[in-house]
């Protein structure tokens, strides 16, 4: 299996550009998870999809982000303006049912706003 | 909610040296736990998790973790380090919050192998 795929990998935008990041989790897997990651506040969950459906959406920091999972094998991350204060590095992650569980984490997405 | 803090933002230990890496959890019932390992330029992998039994948990790597309940802990051990342990770990929490599952995610403490 190739693991979760997140693409791009990195991603430099300038502010107020839209940034959509993507991911493709696990074959089978029916939890989907996006993480940001900085310095000042760590590991930060954002939303988290069971069965294509958000399931928590607590963590997404504004209007300006979205999530969509349209089917079991693809979700993006969507920042519609972006801000400098986004940059971070955004992580995917699934696994086969529930928080619970082990999570597999995709390689991220680096992402600078200047 | 639940929440869990490493005190330890950054140890360094000698390679061959023993390793401790604390973690105390907050939540009102027993929680899941786990470890992750994240290193340089990569996605967290799992190191090992506690759901309920055996209070110390074998995993890979050579890790192992024990769940004190009394302490409110759940630290993660080696026994003798390698210099390919350098990276970032994160202890995380599961628990119900508003009704279905949540994971919780600790600052990390990024661990330094000096030869």
């Known amino acids: 299996d190739a693991g979760v795929i997140q693409s791009p990998r990195h991603e430099v935008t300038e502010m107020g550009q839209e940034v959509t990041l993507r991911c493709k989790p696990i074959?089978?897997?029916?939890?989907l998870f996006w993480y940001r990651q900085t310095m000042m506040r760590g590991l930060e969950l954002l939303i988290y999809?069971?069965?294509?459906?958000?399931?928590?959406d607590s963590g997404m920091p504004e209007d300006r982000f979205s999530a969509k999972m349209p089917n079991a094998s693809f979700s993006t991350l969507k920042i519609q303006p972006s801000e400098p204060r986004d940059s971070a590095v955004y992580f995917c992650?699934?696994?086969?049912?529930?928080?619970?569980?082990?999570?597999?984490f995709g390689p991220g997405t680096r992402l600078t706003v200047l | 909610a639940q929440s869990v803090t490493q005190p330890d933002i950054h140890i360094t230990v000698s390679e061959g040296a023993s390793l401790e890496l604390r973690c105390n959890y907050s939540?009102?019932?027993?929680?899941?736990l786990f470890w992750y390992v994240q290193s340089p330029g990569q996605g967290l992998q799992l190191l090992l998790k506690?759901?309920?039994?055996?209070?110390l948990v074998q995993g890979i790597k050579g890790f192992e973790a024990e769940f004190k309940r009394s302490q409110s802990s759940f630290n993660l051990r080696k026994p003798s380090v390698h210099w390919s342990d350098a990276a970032e770990y994160f202890c995380?929490?599961?628990?119900?919050?508003?009704?279905?599952?949540?994971?919780?995610f600790g600052t990390g403490t990024k661990l330094q192998v000096i030869p």
């Open positions: 999809f069971n069965n294509n459906v958000p399931i928590d």
């Open positions: 074959s089978g897997h029916n939890s």
């Open positions: 992650a699934s696994n086969p049912a529930g928080a619970y569980n082990e999570q597999f």
């Open positions: 506690y759901f309920s039994g055996d209070t």
């Open positions: 939540y009102g019932a027993t929680p899941y």
């Open positions: 995380a929490v599961g628990g119900l919050s508003g009704g279905y599952q949540k994971v919780t």
